[in-house]
């Protein structure tokens, strides 16, 4: 079943594709948003779960993962603009457990070999993901023992309260001097942490108040009460898909970490407000300055080199979203600026091509070949089409 804007449509080839996806069983139903020369089309295909479930339908709940991250990236600089807080800030003086910090002198050495961090980690680092600590794709003690602790990132938020996570954390060292380096995701959720000691509320509160309230979203939250409306999640096992996070799962009450890395459930039409709200300038939830700020290489060269090992050549890093500095895939443009959530989620803004698109599915991903890049490829040909 589908739901489309109407039948006369350049996205017919990016609809197909997706009716042709959920047919093969890649995933049991997808909705995709999209927004190109002033036209906004919608299109659901498929079903919430397996078998004889509800059809997909615009409204469809998904739990959105690191397109959390967006939404985190554009409440932090609204903040920073108020002038609650300023990006080269010490965030020990309201994350008390970071002070004295240790550095590695291996990343990938015993925990025991460590020197002092040469300066404190600022809100930018966490905003940009240059604080010295993130996730690890590697068999070293400092990724074995982030496992260990809960505070290894994964596709759902943390399960442990914000505090603990704050000091398990603290206790490990760092892989790289502060400012000196790129890891991601684990900075957003510190900088989660951050902005409800310095402002006194829930992430909750503040998402609302300061970014869906504005844009007038109704759907995006830490946590839903709308479990009919909530699409099942499922892991890939070989040819299987297996259930991940049923819809009365981990998203249907409040959350124990309410997560600015990967928290938030969603639907493909709020993220595609937002991310349209940025790319028009940031009214009403960022100035225009802001807006550039977040969608601009907020990276050194030496930081943009150790980033470019996990978002591949020619990408960098904004306010927390990825951007595109060279075409290297047919879909790139410069200037192209969004992310990917693990849990089958994607959104990007095409300025120079005037499209922002969003592709949600319930198929977490397994690795970095495993994505939405035919979703890409068609929806770039379908706008650049003579």
């Known amino acids: 079943m589908t739901a489309t804007a109407d039948t006369d449509t350049r996205f017919a080839a990016v609809w197909a594709l997706l009716d042709e996806q959920v047919a093969a069983g890649r995933f049991p139903g997808c909705v995709a948003a999209v927004r190109h020369a002033g036209r906004t089309e919608v299109h659901a295909t498929g079903r919430v779960a397996l078998g004889d479930s509800a059809p997909m339908r615009p409204d469809t709940l998904f739990r959105i993962a690191s397109l959390t991250k967006p939404f985190g990236g554009v409440l932090a600089l609204g903040l920073v603009h108020d002038g609650v807080l300023a990006l080269d800030d010490d965030v020990a003086r309201w994350l008390p457990e970071f002070i004295d910090l240790r550095v590695l002198t291996d990343p990938a050495g015993p925990l025991t070999g460590t020197v002092p961090a040469q300066r404190p980690v600022t809100v930018g680092d966490l905003l940009f993901m240059t604080a010295g600590f993130g996730l690890r794709m590697d068999d070293s003690p400092l990724a074995h023992e982030m496992w260990a602790q809960g505070v290894s990132p994964g596709p759902l938020a943390p399960r442990i309260p914000p505090g603990e996570f704050l000091a398990r954390l603290a206790r490990l060292p760092l892989t790289a001097q502060p400012g000196e380096g790129w890891q991601y995701h684990t900075g957003s959720d510190v900088l989660g942490v951050l902005l409800t000691r310095v402002t006194g509320r829930s992430l909750g509160e503040l998402v609302a108040e300061r970014v869906t309230g504005p844009l007038g979203l109704t759907d995006t939250t830490f946590w839903t009460a709308h479990v009919d409306r909530l699409a099942t999640s499922y892991t890939p096992d070989g040819d299987r898909l297996v259930v991940a996070d049923p819809p009365d799962g981990a998203f249907s009450r409040p959350r124990v970490f309410e997560s600015l890395g990967g928290g938030l459930v969603s639907t493909a039409t709020d993220v595609l407000t937002l991310l349209a709200a940025v790319a028009d300038g940031g009214a009403p939830v960022l100035d225009a300055a802001s807006a550039a700020a977040m969608t601009g290489d907020r990276l050194t060269a030496a930081q943009r080199a150790a980033a470019q090992t996990f978002l591949g050549p020619g990408r960098t890093w904004g306010g927390n979203v990825e951007v595109t500095l060279d075409r290297t895939d047919p879909w790139t443009t410069p200037g192209r600026f ?19 698109a969003v592709l949600l599915t319930q198929r977490m991903m397994t690795g970095p070949h495993d994505g939405p890049e035919a979703f890409w490829s ?5 706008v650049t089409a003579a």
Do not use: C, K, N
């Open 338 to 356: 969004g992310w990917t959530g693990g849990t089958g989620t994607t959104a990007y803004a095409d300025p120079s091509l005037d499209l922002v």
């Open 378 to 382: 068609a929806a770039h040909a379908a």
